[in-house]
């Protein structure tokens, strides 16, 4: 008898169809023997349509109190499923995060699961049930109710299989598996059946929003065996996740992700002296923005360099404002700013062997009379930031080059 957790997202119980649909699924699964322990997310929209709520009455509103309002979501689901469940003659039973006690740390909005008590969910698979669990909550040490980020439900399902030592954990969702790159973006991706936990950890950094990134982490770090399939189709294979020795063919360049919520600002014309890069950089910590790529350019002429970074989205005119105070304080000429980009990334264990990747990435956004903005590497990826209006030309001339289409 295999212990299986598996995590329904959004669009798979999105209305009540979906829901009975999920059931029968969930059915046919503990009809084999298996033992079940499935993680649910809100109905599609949902989240969104509370944090809209939340803002009509409050501009910025309490992260406590967002908690406590988010996580109202995945308890409707929840409770639902195990509705859907039992009206089929299925036994089951929903618990909340705070029930299970799955505890976190209090940062709301983004905690971190700390532990996860599985002496109810033990007690309740050896009465038989399917055990149904809120995805994305958990509780502090304190008592009071945390979320775990957007498209946190992935992380709860890898953590519940990592603390019950699941044999898998199977993340069921509205594509079938990894693809090389978004479907949504280029219609000729092709889905993989593996990939390891090294790559998947950087596309889902870089912007891929299939996983949420903490859940691969902790897959990777507890080893949990992790596939991705398909809520609505019939495709038992997926993409599994796994450790790179288990995967036989290694790709150069195994997928092409995309981040849309990056948003760069420069400074330019700043005096170029030891201790720039701190004093720019610093209000900016401070403020708890985080930045991820950073371009300084060599001094151009009478000691002034320019000095560019990206930030999210959300923090873009946060991080504008503060820059202009900085701009002022260490006489820079002015500032820049540009929310219209994105960042692309080639990602594949293979770079590490192969030299000349990104020369070649270069020369086919080239090619494309795509302008080069800033550009990142490391051993297994190569991130380059364009204007946004070029997203769908570099990754599908990027994908046709490199044959990512073809095995
Ligand atoms: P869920 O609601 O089930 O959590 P998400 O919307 O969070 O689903 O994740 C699934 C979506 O991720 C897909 O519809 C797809 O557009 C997007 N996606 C982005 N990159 C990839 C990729 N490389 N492979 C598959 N899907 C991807
Ligand atoms: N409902 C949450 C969200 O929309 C968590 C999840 O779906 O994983 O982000
Ligand atoms: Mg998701």
């Given at each position: 008898?295999?212990?299986?957790?598996?995590?329904?997202?959004?669009?798979?119980?999105?209305?009540?169809?979906?829901?009975?649909?999920?059931a029968k699924k969930i059915?046919?699964?503990?009809?084999?023997?298996?033992?079940?322990?499935?993680?649910?997310?809100?109905?599609?929209?949902?989240?969104?349509?509370?944090?809209?709520?939340?803002?009509?009455?409050?501009?910025?509103?309490?992260?406590?109190?967002?908690?406590?309002?988010?996580?109202?979501?995945?308890?409707?689901?929840?409770?639902?499923?195990?509705?859907?469940?039992?009206?089929?003659?299925?036994?089951?039973?929903?618990?909340?995060?705070?029930?299970?006690?799955?505890?976190?740390?209090?940062?709301?909005?983004?905690?971190?699961?700390?532990?996860?008590?599985?002496?109810?969910?033990?007690?309740?698979?050896?009465?038989?049930?399917?055990?149904?669990?809120?995805?994305?909550?958990?509780?502090?040490?304190?008592?009071?109710?945390?979320?775990?980020?957007?498209?946190?439900?992935?992380?709860?399902?890898?953590?519940?299989?990592?603390?019950?030592?699941?044999?898998?954990?199977?993340?069921?969702?509205?594509?079938?598996?990894?693809?090389?790159?978004?479907?949504?973006?280029?219609?000729?991706?092709?889905?993989?059946?593996?990939?390891?936990?090294?790559?998947?950890?950087?596309?889902?950094?870089?912007?891929?929003?299939?996983?949420?990134?903490?859940?691969?982490?902790?897959?990777?770090?507890?080893?949990?065996?992790?596939?991705?399939?398909?809520?609505?189709?019939?495709?038992?294979?997926?993409?599994?996740?796994?450790?790179?020795?288990?995967?036989?063919?290694?790709?150069?360049?195994?997928?092409?992700?995309?981040?849309?919520?990056?948003?760069?600002?420069s400074l330019i014309g700043?005096?170029?002296?030891?201790?720039?890069?701190?004093?720019?950089?610093?209000?900016?910590?401070?403020?708890?923005?985080?930045?991820?790529?950073?371009?300084?350019?060599?001094?151009?002429?009478?000691?002034?360099?320019?000095?560019?970074?990206?930030?999210?989205?959300?923090?873009?005119?946060?991080?504008?404002?503060?820059?202009?105070?900085?701009?002022?304080?260490?006489?820079?000429?002015?500032?820049?700013?540009?929310?219209?980009?994105?960042?692309?990334?080639?990602?594949?264990?293979?770079?590490?062997?192969?030299?000349?990747?990104?020369?070649?990435?270069?020369?086919?956004?080239?090619?494309?009379?795509?302008?080069?903005?800033?550009?990142?590497?490391?051993?297994?990826?190569?991130?380059?930031?364009?204007?946004?209006?070029?997203?769908?030309?570099?990754?599908?001339?990027?994908?046709?080059?490199?044959?990512?289409?073809?095995?």
């Amino acid at each position: 008898m295999a212990l299986i957790v598996q995590k329904y997202g959004g669009t798979s119980v999105g209305s009540v169809e979906r829901i009975q649909a999920v059931a029968k699924k969930i059915k046919a699964f503990s009809e084999k023997g298996d033992q079940l322990v499935v993680s649910v997310s809100a109905m599609s929209g949902e989240t969104n349509r509370l944090t809209e709520i939340a803002q009509e009455i409050q501009d910025v509103p309490s992260l406590r109190e967002m908690d406590v309002l988010l996580t109202t979501g995945e308890q409707v689901t929840i409770s639902l499923l195990s509705m859907a469940l039992q009206q089929l003659g299925c036994d089951a039973i929903s618990y909340t995060g705070s029930q299970v006690r799955i505890t976190t740390d209090s940062a709301h909005g983004k905690a971190r699961i700390k532990s996860i008590d599985d002496h109810r969910i033990h007690a309740s698979l050896g009465a038989g049930k399917v055990v149904v669990v809120a995805g994305f909550q958990g509780v502090d040490e304190e008592g009071h109710i945390t979320t775990l980020g957007r498209g946190g439900s992935d992380t709860t399902a890898v953590a519940l299989a990592a603390a019950l030592k699941a044999d898998e954990c199977q993340i069921y969702t509205d594509v079938d598996g990894v693809y090389t790159t978004d479907p949504r973006i280029e219609p000729n991706a092709r889905k993989m059946n593996t990939v390891s936990y090294e790559e998947m950890l950087e596309m889902a950094s870089l912007g891929s929003k299939v996983l949420q990134i903490r859940s691969v982490e902790f897959a990777s770090k507890y080893k949990v065996p992790l596939r991705v399939l398909s809520s609505l189709i019939d495709n038992p294979t997926g993409t599994l996740i796994t450790s790179e020795e288990n995967i036989m063919e290694k790709a150069i360049i195994s997928g092409i992700a995309h981040n849309k919520d990056e948003a760069k600002l420069s400074l330019i014309g700043v005096p170029d002296k030891p201790g720039i890069a701190f004093k720019i950089l610093k209000p900016i910590s401070e403020a708890n923005i985080e930045v991820d790529m950073i371009v300084q350019s060599v001094s151009a002429r009478e000691g002034l360099t320019n000095f560019a970074f990206t930030v999210h989205r959300n923090d873009f005119s946060k991080a504008e404002e503060i820059l202009q105070k900085v701009c002022k304080g260490l006489d820079a000429k002015a500032v820049q700013s540009d929310d219209n980009v994105v960042k692309v990334s080639l990602v594949g264990i293979g770079m590490r062997s192969h030299a000349g990747i990104a020369t070649q990435m270069f020369e086919i956004l080239h090619e494309e009379n795509v302008n080069i903005q800033m550009i990142s590497t490391s051993e297994i990826k190569i991130s380059v930031v364009i204007d946004a209006k070029y997203l769908e030309l570099a990754v599908r001339s990027l994908h046709a080059a490199f044959e990512l289409d073809k095995e």
